[in-house]
């Protein structure tokens, strides 16, 4: 019983998961961010490349 708890406590698998879980909350953030202040200028780029079309 006890090498199987030591087992479990070495396993590093779930570890891995939670770091890339981290980082994709991160980009989230990052992207949200970038979005609300920024979202106004892409919008009217957007909006003056369709008007020249």
């Known amino acids: 019983m006890i090498k199987k708890i030591r087992a479990f406590v070495r396993e590093e698998e779930g570890q891995g998961?939670?770091?890339?879980?981290?980082?994709?909350?991160g980009v989230a953030v990052v992207?949200?961010?970038?979005?609300?202040?920024?979202?106004?200028?892409?919008?009217?780029?957007v909006r003056n490349v369709v008007a020249s079309l």
Do not use: K
Request: aromatic share 8%.
């Open 31 to 45: 992207a949200v961010v970038a979005y609300n202040e920024l979202g106004d200028r892409i919008l009217a780029v």
């Open 17 to 25: 998961m939670a770091e890339y879980g981290l980082i994709l909350a």
